[in-house]
């Protein structure tokens, strides 16, 4: 006979009263881990990890939960299993997949490729394409100064808005070539995207070209200047580049950054065996 949560409901409120939640949350919990045990396999004191996890992640998804929903049901099932149970769980595992339900949406080489044939402006061009091939972004782009390009060693120097030392970066012929027409059309003073007296572009208008060049190219994605960065990284890992080498190159260090790419490829992989086997 499968233990329910009624026989645990006094124990379970004396836990949360304990650790200072109050009546509305323990509600909460409790409403979270009965809907759960419906569900539930096995007893629900001896559920796996996976099962948890897997529920947790499809009932994000199903329901559409909003970041304050999301983090009372983790909240609950850490309270119950890791709090009040004491099982250990790697919860933390959870919230990474609740990042990872968001995955950021990739462009495919040959969109990206149409996005820049569709740019007439150089300006843009000029900075779609080095938010693209530097995986970086959009305020290091628009923050980049005449004197941190260097066409001779094809390197860049990214800094932050302020003013702090990202990387380098190995720029192509074509980016400089970009470049150099900028200077030349436009004469910047100190930043390469000035605006007219010494005023910077803001992100604010180049997302606004940007949209409008994805809605002329018939893209049926919604699309962010920052699309063109995780686009990037993930056709690196496409061509099996090492993740390691790809944060780096984006200037990512969380963990939950590589996971999140990681899980996005996966996923591609997935897909494509599924239309194979079709």
Not at 106 to 115: R, S, Y
């Amino acid at each position: 006979m499968k233990t329910t949560l009624n026989n645990h409901i006094p124990a379970f409120n004396i836990y949360l009263a304990k650790e200072r939640h109050n009546q509305s949350k323990q509600s909460i919990f409790r409403d979270y881990i009965n809907e759960y045990q419906s569900e539930c396999s096995k007893c629900i004191t001896e559920e796996d990890e996976d099962k948890i996890i897997e529920y947790i992640n499809k009932r994000v998804i199903k329901n559409k939960l909003t970041k304050y929903k999301r983090e009372h049901l983790f909240d609950a099932f850490d309270a119950f299993y890791n709090g009040y149970l004491g099982k250990e769980y790697k919860i933390l595992k959870i919230i990474h997949l609740f990042q990872i339900n968001k995955t950021p949406i990739i462009l495919t080489k040959e969109e990206i490729k149409l996005i820049f044939s569709l740019t007439l402006n150089v300006r843009h061009k000029c900075f779609f394409m080095l938010l693209y091939y530097c995986g970086a972004k959009p305020s290091q782009i628009l923050h980049l100064e005449l004197r941190h390009i260097h066409p001779h060693k094809k390197t860049i120097e990214l800094y932050d808005k302020n003013n702090k030392f990202v990387r380098n970066l190995q720029i192509s012929d074509e980016i400089i070539q970009l470049i150099k027409e900028c200077k030349d059309l436009y004469e910047p003073n100190d930043f390469l995207f000035n605006w007219k007296d010494d005023v910077l572009f803001n992100k604010r208008s180049m997302e606004v070209a940007f949209k409008q060049i994805i809605k002329l190219s018939k893209i049926d994605k919604k699309a962010t200047l920052q699309t063109l960065r995780h686009s990037f990284a993930i056709h690196l890992l496409e061509k099996c580049i090492d993740v390691k080498y790809v944060m780096k190159t984006l200037g990512l260090t969380t963990k939950r950054s590589e996971d999140i790419y990681l899980y996005h490829l996966n996923e591609k992989k997935i897909d494509i065996i599924k239309t194979l086997g079709d």
